[in-house]
């Protein structure tokens, strides 16, 4: 998979949201985030779980003070799999360091035959 710069500016309003508010909670999750014709819908807001470390201070996201930036692998990742939910939820993205590693998804475009055939080994 090639990886194609995408910079935050060449985001919708909705999509730069979603990365903002993944760098401010930094740790923690995000729950039940409406997708409508594949753009993150906040109203109404999703759940904001934050992972609170009280044996060390946290460290924001460099980026939090920036304009624009390319964001990270991961980030263009959520994002072109966005573009491949019309209407659905995401019920969860970890957050970790402000960067989102891992999402679950519920959809009703996922049909049984693709989730059984990417569940098989090659």
């Known amino acids: 998979m090639t990886a194609i710069a ?3 500016s060449q985001l919708s309003t ?3 949201v979603l ?6 909670i930094n740790h923690g999750v995000i729950e039940d985030l409406e997708v ?3 753009e993150p819908v906040f109203n109404p807001f999703p759940v904001i779980l ?3 470390k009280l044996d060390a201070d946290e460290q924001p996201r460099p980026e939090v003070s920036l304009s624009d930036f390319l964001v990270s692998v991961e980030v263009a990742r959520l ?3 966005l573009d491949g939910i019309d209407s659905g939820c995401i019920r969860r993205i970890d957050v970790r360091a ?3 590693p891992r999402m679950l998804v519920e959809s009703q475009e996922f049909g049984r035959g693709e989730l059984f055939q990417a569940g098989r080994r090659k």
């Open 6 to 8: 995408l910079r935050l």
């Open 14 to 16: 909705g999509r730069q």
């Open 19 to 24: 990365v903002r508010l993944c760098q401010t």
């Open 36 to 38: 409508r014709k594949s």
């Open 50 to 52: 934050k992972d609170v």
């Open 79 to 81: 994002m072109s799999l």
């Open 98 to 100: 402000g960067i989102p």
